[in-house]
């Protein structure tokens, strides 16, 4: 059991604007930590998408958002392309001392 | 840029020690500006935080995992290693090497490197 909590699977055509949420506790997002998002496509490591909760690495698509409120934080993707479909993963830390991830999204595109 | 690879055995028997290196290119292991981590993921599962090598050897591990992991440095080799002993099959998974700006996040990873825990 992740101490991140995501939905297993999320689905759009293209075009479509979809959200993956990540749920946390007060320990971890409730507690001000950033969010991460990474994605992962089919056999790769995963990449960096979002960091510090809203900010894009040079290279990701502006169609990739990020935002938090509370202990929650979600990953919305806009104009959605077969090339989005992959797995993605929220990283928080939590008070535990440990980096923690979500269990993961994995993202259709129909 | 910077390029992370990481090697080692990819069978380990039960209860020996797995030991793998993540080889750095186009940066110093030694910088005191990145955090060097290892995450691993089972077939078919998520992403599990290993621990982070740091600046003149400091370390943090998951609690889970902390009785068995030892990270290092080889600053002739600029290579990063890391220690699992007493494996099981739960340790089964492939191994990431990734580099950090900050202990809680990775902006460069390597490709991983898959380790099975078989007899």
């Known amino acids: 059991q992740s101490v991140l909590t995501q939905p297993p699977s999320v689905s759009g055509a293209p075009g479509q604007r979809v959200t993956i949420s990540c749920t946390g506790s007060?320990?971890?997002?409730?507690?001000?930590?950033?969010v991460h998002w990474y994605q992962q496509l089919p056999g790769t490591a995963p990449k960096l998408l979002i960091y510090a909760n809203t900010k894009r690495p040079s290279g990701v698509p502006d169609r990739f958002s990020g935002s938090k409120s509370g202990t929650s934080a979600s990953l919305a993707i806009t104009g959605l392309q077969a090339e989005d479909e992959a797995d993605y993963y929220c990283q928080s830390y939590d008070s535990s001392l440990s980096v923690v991830f979500g269990g993961g999204t994995k993202l259709t595109v129909l | 840029q910077v390029q992370l690879q990481e090697s080692g055995p990819g069978l380990v028997k039960p209860s020996e020690t797995l030991s793998l290196t993540c080889t750095v290119s186009?940066?110093?292991?030694?910088?005191?500006?990145?955090?060097w981590s290892w995450i691993r993921q089972p077939p078919g599962k998520g992403l599990e935080w290993i621990g982070y090598f740091y600046y003149r050897g400091r370390t943090n591990y998951n609690p889970s995992l902390k009785s068995r992991v030892t990270m290092s440095e080889d600053t002739s080799k600029n290579q990063i290693s890391l220690k699992l002993s007493s494996v099981t099959a739960a340790d089964t998974a492939v191994y990431y090497c990734a580099r950090g700006p900050r202990t809680d996040y990775a902006d460069y990873w390597g490709q991983g490197t898959l380790v099975t825990v078989s007899s």
């Open positions: 007060s320990s971890n997002i409730g507690a001000a930590y950033d």
């Open positions: 186009g940066g110093l292991v030694t910088s005191s500006a990145y955090f």
